[in-house]
């Protein structure tokens, strides 16, 4: 009996007219992603940085302030980093209005949770809902970052626009990422305390603001225990401590 080859094998997984799609699920059809009508991708590249980090005993995310639109700086106090559950939060990076309505939907399929199962959604659960949201191509196109706490302790997920997430100790998003992982890759240590953390995500932000033209205007910072998350806003980055050894 022949084996068919590898090329025959995927030949044959593909449907002709009227078969059904080998790779669609049994029921319904998987959404297309599309850009919105009128638009092209360039139009949809935007400039941001934002960073997460695992401490030891928490977590801390950290995003510039500017929003640009082309060659202009359209806001200069933007928030982008938002709490979507008692103990979480996603900082945002790409299109705004998507970003927008991203978390409000986060939000109300927590609340929703809550209600129903009279306990917070966990962390793994969350990284999974969101993954969700993305991949439906309903909000396109957000390339977010998940932090925070649950029962298992402090995470953070790295987040594509597609809805692929991966773990890590640490993940950044925006056209600054590369300058921000810079100071990530050297200060960055698993047993850093909140505080320690803090500043780490401060340096690394700062670096990003210096070298990308699209980063700036300030600074939000999260610290997220298992607690609370705290959101603070700094308009001048000489506002927050030790930020000078970042720039």
């Known amino acids: 009996m022949r084996t068919p080859n590898e090329l025959e094998l995927s030949d044959s997984l593909v449907s ?60 200069k106090t933007v928030q982008k980093v938002e709490d979507v559950h008692p103990t979480g939060a996603l900082t945002i990076a790409g299109s705004v209005s998507a970003a927008q309505s991203l978390i409000r939907t986060l939000r109300a399929e927590v609340n929703l949770y809550d209600a129903r199962q009279g306990e917070d959604m966990s962390m793994t659960a969350l990284s999974t809902l969101t993954s969700n949201l993305l991949r439906s191509g309903g909000f396109f196109i957000v390339v977010p970052v998940l932090g925070g706490v649950d029962d298992d302790g402090p995470h953070i997920y790295s987040l594509d626009a597609l809805g692929g997430t991966t773990e890590e100790a640490y993940a950044v998003s925006g ?20 505080e320690e953390a803090r500043d780490v995500a401060i340096r690394s932000v700062g670096s990003a603001v210096e070298r990308d033209t699209a980063s700036g205007n300030g600074i939000n910072i999260a610290t997220i225990t298992e607690d609370e998350v705290e959101i603070e806003r700094y308009e001048e980055f000489e506002g927050v401590d030790d930020i000078q050894s970042g720039r």
């Open 175 to 194: 056209s600054g990422s590369q300058f921000a992982l810079g100071v990530l890759e050297q200060d960055y240590e698993e047993d850093l305390s909140v």
């Open 16 to 75: 002709s007219p009227g078969q059904a799609d080998p790779y669609e699920p049994e029921l319904g059809t998987l959404p297309d992603a599309e850009l919105p009508e009128g638009a092209d991708a360039a139009e949809l590249k935007t400039g941001t940085t934002t960073v997460g980090l695992r401490a030891e005993d928490g977590v801390v995310m950290a995003t510039d302030m500017r929003a640009s639109l082309g060659n202009m700086v359209s806001s």
